[in-house]
């Protein structure tokens, strides 16, 4: 029975001297050999109700009115104060939400939008945001003419812009001083000087781009009623009335 309880001490100092240090001062206590018992540690659950904010950048040729000139880059930049950005999404002019990875270049002509949006590694997502732009790559058209009438010759033209619209056209005759004819599609301007001409006719749309057209005409004289010529042409054309004339009644007598 001794032995047994001899034993069965032995067993509990060895054990107790295993977890209490000898000669050491606890670090949150500061008492020798005092012994802390401590939980496990749990992570702290992050908290982010701040969404990330994106913003919008473009890059390409301005012209006037706003109007660009030349396809648009969009850039899209975005941060987060509390966490890590997850990704960016956009879309242009409604079609399907993409992944954004890169700048990306927007075409065509017209009006645009580009809406995006971010969201972060802890589920806060940013609101859509939307960006708006409009673009008029092309030139104006123009048709030229030169139109003929009874005692006048004209130079008509015909010009349009099918996207940001007609600003003005103008005109030079002979390299002279161009005239502004305002915004109308349709211009016709009289000429009156017989003999080779040269007109200049520029077109200018909203979005500042231009077209210009050269054309070389010649007007030519108007006949003279009192040469030989005219009087021929008279005589002739008197002789053959009167001939119908003569041929009906002998066609009447007939009868």
Known sequence: MRYEVLIALVVCLSFMSSIVPEDTADDQTGLLGHVVAYGPVMPTALEDDIPPVTTAALDGDIGDNDWYVSAVTVTLSSADGQSDVDGTWYRVDGETWM????????????????????????GSEEAVQTIGFKADTQTPTVVPGVVVEVGCTYFRYECADETSGLAFSEYGLD???FVNMGNSSSVSIPIATEGEHTIVVRI????????????????????????PLALYVGLAVVAAAVAAVAALLVIKRKR
């Open 175 to 177: 390299g002279g001083s």
């Open 99 to 122: 992944l954004y990875s890169a700048a990306f270049e927007v075409t065509g002509d017209g009006a645009h939008e580009v809406e995006f949006y971010s969201a972060d590694v802890l």
């Open 204 to 227: 200018h749309d909203n979005a500042g781009n231009n077209l210009s057209s050269t054309v070389t005409f010649t007007v030519a004289p108007e006949p003279d009623d009192s040469s």
